[in-house]
T-cell receptor, first 112, second 114 residues
Framework: QKEVEQNSGPLSVPEGAIASLNCTYSDRGSQSFFWYRQYSGKSPELIMSIYSNGDKEDGRFTAQLNKASQYVSLLIRDSQPSDSATYLCAVLTTSGTYKYIFGTGTRLKVLA | EADIYQTPRYLVIGTGKKITLECSQTMGHDKMYWYQQDPGMELHLIHYSYGVNSTEKGDLSSESTVSRIRTEHFPLTLESARPSHTSQYLC?????????????FGSGTRLTVV
């Protein structure tokens, strides 16, 4: 089992819909959670971070964290073609040693 | 505007050449990282540093070396480039040991060894 798992996709949603991206992690000692967006041929860009259970909203993006179930999700409301990218989940765990682990990413395609 | 700079953006070089990929950041971050990423594939950590004179190897075995003589500068060197080194190399930095901040990535260096 990978330490951070994401469905590779592609996840296709129509323009204006809600895109839901999911990430699960294996280490219960994980403390901080991050979502990055990576356009093709570009470097990752941090878009959301979340540290406590519940929801965190920033514009059209909402991050959701459930530590009991060990998953974190990213919702994108009113999806736009410009949201088409790969979304990387990253998890920081400090149980034992400091480890920052990236998932393999989910490719999102927003259809116009 | 990016606060972490990588040069060159693209590099095509012959087998056996020595190369240094530059990475500098102006944010005063203690922690810096080098990742390798092939197109459409996952990130692989190859080196990291938690401060001046501190360097560690990452999860992916790499024939490269790094140095951290100044906080802002974290160059990566390949002594003898091979075609298997063809990839994109991404430099990143972060602020806090407690990890309450994400990574800032540079624009990357796309290396092709012929």
């Amino acid at each position: 089992q990978k330490e951070v798992e994401q469905n590779s996709g592609p996840l296709s949603v129509p323009e204006g819909a809600i895109a839901s991206l999911n990430c699960t992690y294996s280490d219960r000692g994980s403390q901080s959670f991050f979502w990055y967006r990576q356009y093709s041929g570009k470097s990752p860009e941090l878009i959301m971070s979340i540290y406590s259970n519940g929801d965190k909203e920033d514009g059209r993006f909402t991050a959701q964290l459930n530590k009991a179930s060990q998953y974190v999700s990213l919702l994108i409301r009113d999806s736009q073609p410009s949201d088409s990218a790969t979304y990387l989940c990253a998890v920081l765990t400090t149980s034992g040693t400091y480890k920052y682990i990236f998932g393999t990413g989910t490719r999102l395609k927003v259809l116009a | 505007e990016a606060d972490i700079y990588q040069t060159p953006r693209y590099l095509v070089i012959g087998t056996g050449k020595k190369i240094t990929l530059e990475c500098s950041q102006t944010m005063g971050h203690d922690k810096m990282y080098w990742y390798q990423q092939d197109p459409g594939m996952e990130l692989h950590l190859i080196h990291y540093s938690y401060g001046v004179n501190s360097t560690e190897k990452g999860d992916l075995s790499s024939e490269s070396t790094v140095s951290r003589i100044r906080t802002e500068h974290f160059p990566l060197t390949l002594e003898s480039a091979r075609p298997s080194h063809t990839s994109q190399y991404l430099c990143a930095s972060s602020e806090s040991y407690q990890g309450n901040y994400g990574y800032t990535f540079g624009s990357g260096t796309r290396l092709t060894v012929v």
